[in-house]
């Protein structure tokens, strides 16, 4: 199986910088995707970013120049860099990994990591 821990939430100012991780671990798998979503209370979870195996980016309208998405493909990482954060981005996020464990596809989640934006 495949194993999605996540680091780097916490409290912040309006204005300020978080770093998000997500580190992949297991035996006999590839990733192709990686992203990151949020959930905030009373609201349905979005795609916050998303990267390819090969660099390729999405991002969502709301975070577009202000957040960053990369990955260490030799490390099974993804990294999320927040930055001008506001309070609306306040949310549990989950990092995504989509690829192939063994012979079959897998789409795992992470357990989610709280981003709390005091104005």
């Known amino acids: 199986q495949v194993q999605l821990v996540e680091s780097g939430g916490g409290l912040v100012q309006a204005g300020g910088s978080l770093r998000l991780s997500c580190t992949a671990s297991?035996?006999?798998?590839?990733?192709?995707?990686m992203g990151w979503y949020r959930q905030a209370p009373g609201k349905q979870r979005e795609l916050v970013a998303s990267i390819t195996s090969r660099g390729g980016t999405t991002y969502a309208d709301s975070v577009k120049g202000r957040f960053t998405i990369s990955r260490d493909n030799a490390k099974n990482t993804a990294y999320l860099q927040m930055n001008s954060l506001k309070p609306e981005d306040t949310a549990v996020y989950y990092c995504?990994?989509?690829?192939?464990?063994?012979?079959?596809?897998?789409?795992?989640w992470g357990q989610g990591t709280q981003v709390t934006v005091s104005s």
């Open positions: 297991g035996s006999s798998f590839s990733i192709n995707a």
């Open positions: 995504n990994a989509q690829g192939i464990w063994t012979i079959y596809d897998y789409d795992h």
